[in-house]
């Protein structure tokens, strides 16, 4: 636990070392993932500075996001460290601020949790979701999934539903 503390410390410095510190945000994560496994993840997210397909409708950006990962089962549980880019397609106008999409990878502490067999410590993160910003602030709702894509077998993955609110600092 306190090496992958270290190893997150290390790669948020990294990370985040060159950055206006109004481009970063703290993220605290909960949820619920297959087998009824709690979730708790905090992240740092640096925004990016280039912005694409600029319209009327709205923008796509995204951000760098490196997240801690607690997973509670009702007997065991694993931590994870996450590095990833999370395109954002911003809206100028709508009843959403936000939708984001991104694929990363995840080093785990364990290949066990509940019935879920993972079977390798490397993972892939993926996530899709939807958000509303005011202010400082930014609430979304993700769905999240972690597998190795199938590079080891089994491959059972592990599927969760977040609610995350992150303050720009």
């Known amino acids: 636990m306190h090496k992958a503390i270290t190893y997150y410390l290390l790669l948020s410095i990294l990370v985040f070392s060159s950055t206006a510190v109004a481009d970063n945000s703290v993220e605290l994560t909960l949820g619920r993932a297959t087998d009824q496994v709690d979730v708790l993840r905090i992240a740092w997210r640096k925004l990016w500075t280039h912005h694409w397909l ?3 409708i709205g923008e796509l950006t995204g951000m760098h ?18 590095y990833s880019p999370v395109f954002v397609y911003r809206f100028s106008s709508a009843p959403v601020s ?3 999409f991104g694929v990363g990878a995840a080093w785990l502490s364990g290949t066990r949790i509940q019935t879920r067999d993972l079977s390798s410590y490397f993972q892939f993160e993926d996530q899709i979701g939807l958000g509303w910003e005011w202010d400082r602030h930014d609430l979304s709702l ?11 077998q089994p491959n059972d ?5 977040v609610l995350s609110y992150a303050w720009r600092i």
């Open 54 to 56: 600029i319209t009327n």
């Open 98 to 100: 936000y939708v984001k």
């Open 65 to 82: 996001v490196v997240s801690f990962n607690h997973w509670q089962g009702r007997d065991d549980s694993l931590n994870a460290l996450a």
């Open 157 to 161: 993955g592990l599927d969760m539903v």
């Open 142 to 152: 993700v769905y999240m999934h972690y597998s190795n894509a199938g590079f080891s």
